[in-house]
């Protein structure tokens, strides 16, 4: 890859992410969950960072959904932390929606996680 390709928002990508945890947590439910791992893949890809990994965390019960905080599917966790949280949604086995730049979708675009990862 050139230079160019290593580098987003004229930051080096080595210096964004540093060593950051990913997990996608999901249940079968919602479809949006597929689509949300495509896309952090090629966030983590355009970041230059093919030694990163996304962990997957289904969900299969109220009372994990509970526990966990999973307040619908899908759900990105970068180190723990939820970037796309909203406000007083109550954790639950429901499907999630995300505004992107393209309108309503069921995962974040990959622009929004490289946003957020950055």
Do not use: K
């Amino acid at each position: 890859m050139t230079g160019a390709a290593h580098r987003v928002h004229g930051v080096h990508a080595g210096d964004i992410m540093g060593n950051v945890d990913i997990t996608l947590m999901y249940f079968d439910g919602c479809p949006g969950w597929q689509v949300a791992e495509v896309n952090l893949r090629s966030a983590v890809a355009a970041l230059g960072r093919p030694d990163v990994s996304v962990r997957r965390r289904p969900i299969e019960t109220v009372e994990e959904a509970e526990r966990a905080g999973f307040i619908g599917s899908p759900t990105v966790l970068l180190d723990g932390r939820d970037p796309f949280a909203e406000p007083g949604r109550q954790p639950g086995l429901s499907c999630r929606l995300y505004v992107t730049e393209q309108g309503t979708a069921n995962a974040p675009s990959v622009e929004q996680l490289i946003e957020a990862m950055c």
